[in-house]
């Protein structure tokens, strides 16, 4: 029985191959974007959906959707699926993946082929996550899914030999995950997984706001200050920006000015939490390895390691070289892109579990 099913597998792999425009997929707690295969990528949205709770009915899927956080009345919430990085809402991760899914498929695909997908995940999901992700991209239309550590697909993406036998290492600073991993043979030696990272440090200005100048301030705005003058080390230049909020103690509107120095003061909490254990990762890794990433580098990926100057500060504090990734944000969905042209020859470097059920 097993072996006619496998047969069948080949078979119908092969049909199905010659059609099908397989999709590559980073499903992250900020941004999910969608790559297809002979085309590159052709979303990248935020990762929030708007649901009525009344009702149970979505509204808004991706940018749509963002425009409403903070702005809806009571009964609509504008939530994210994902939030540090697992899988808070299945029903809701299923929709968005559903949507993106059939976005693509509209465009792109005969309608009776479904395609194989390979998703970007955090590393350290459980396995009820990971069988969650895989259930929502079948339910979705998924032919065939495979998962991928975020880190490693960054790797690939930023096309590290990943199956050599030397050391690389990656550091992907996301919205809820920050990923640390060394890698070499298609396996990760070393890792850290932390819940600290872009979207926290979002919250460590709005603590300073509150904490500082008795202003409550939303995460948008939060957001908008970290990537207008956040940044990790002194800066030549000085930056400011007015910032609207609520003021704590009398319920009015205020506007305050800060400056660059105010924000590095509010995100040098969680920029030390991310170097400490990018450190320690560093002293776990076999010293044969070590040669290799200080000859190539520690890489950065993921939209928070765009905070100014983060990677001179990691460069100095870890005494290693530092080296940014072009266009980070994208760096997983490349990947996943490189992994679909010749899933075979990178078996290896998907995460094991993968999912084994017959096929239609
Ligand atoms: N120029 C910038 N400076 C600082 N932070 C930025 C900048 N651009 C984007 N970000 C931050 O990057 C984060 C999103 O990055 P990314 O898209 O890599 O995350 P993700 O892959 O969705 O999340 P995860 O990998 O944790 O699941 C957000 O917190 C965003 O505020
Ligand atoms: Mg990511």
Redesign the pocket.
């Known amino acids: 029985m097993i072996k006619i099913r496998k047969i069948f597998k080949n078979i119908s792999g092969q049909f199905f191959g010659r059609f099908s425009k397989d999709i590559g997929i ?7 974007l969608v790559y297809v295969k002979g085309k590159g990528i052709v979303i990248n949205e935020p ?1 929030v959906v708007a649901i009525n709770k009344k009702t149970g009915q979505v509204l808004a899927i991706g940018r749509e959707a963002k425009k409403m956080v903070g702005k809806t009345p009571g009964h609509i919430v504008a939530s994210r699926p ?1 939030v540090d ?1 697992v899988v808070s809402d299945f029903e809701v991760t299923e929709q968005m993946l559903k949507y993106f899914i059939e976005k693509v498929h509209k465009d792109t695909f005969s309608f009776f082929v479904r395609p194989r997908v390979v998703i970007g995940i ?1 590393s350290d999901v459980t396995g009820v996550e990971k069988r969650a992700v895989i259930d929502a991209a079948t339910n979705a239309g998924a032919r065939e899914v495979y998962l991928i550590d ?1 880190p490693m697909a960054a790797a690939i993406g930023a096309r590290l030999p990943v199956q050599d036998a030397a050391g690389n290492m990656i550091v ?6 920050t ?1 640390i991993a060394v890698i070499s043979l298609g396996g990760v030696v070393a890792s850290r997984n932390l819940r600290i ?3 926290e ?2 919250e460590d200005i709005i603590r300073y706001c509150r904490d500082e100048f008795n202003l409550l301030i939303g995460e948008k705005t939060a ?1 908008d200050v ?2 207008a003058i ?1 940044s990790a080390g002194t800066q030549k230049e000085k930056m400011q920006m007015q910032i609207r909020g609520r003021d704590l103690v009398s319920g009015l509107p205020k506007e305050i000015t800060v400056n660059d120095e105010q924000i590095r003061e509010a995100l040098s909490r969680s920029i030390r939490v991310i170097i400490n254990n990018i450190k320690t990762t560093v002293e776990e890794t076999p010293p044969e390895l070590i040669a290799d990433i200080m000859r190539r580098g520690i890489i950065l ?4 390691s ?2 100014r100057d983060l990677d001179r500060l990691i460069a100095d504090q870890t005494e290693m070289p530092v080296r940014m990734m072009e266009d ?2 994208t760096a ?1 969905v490349r990947g996943t892109g490189i992994v679909l042209e010749d899933i075979d020859a990178l078996r290896e470097v998907l995460m094991e579990n993968q999912d084994e059920r017959p096929l239609i």
């Open positions: 980073d499903l992250g707690t900020a941004n999910t990762s994902l990085g955090p975020e992907d600073i996301g919205g809820g995950t990923d990272a872009g979207d440090m979002n957001e970290k990537i956040g990926a993921g939209g928070g765009l905070v980070p944000l997983v």
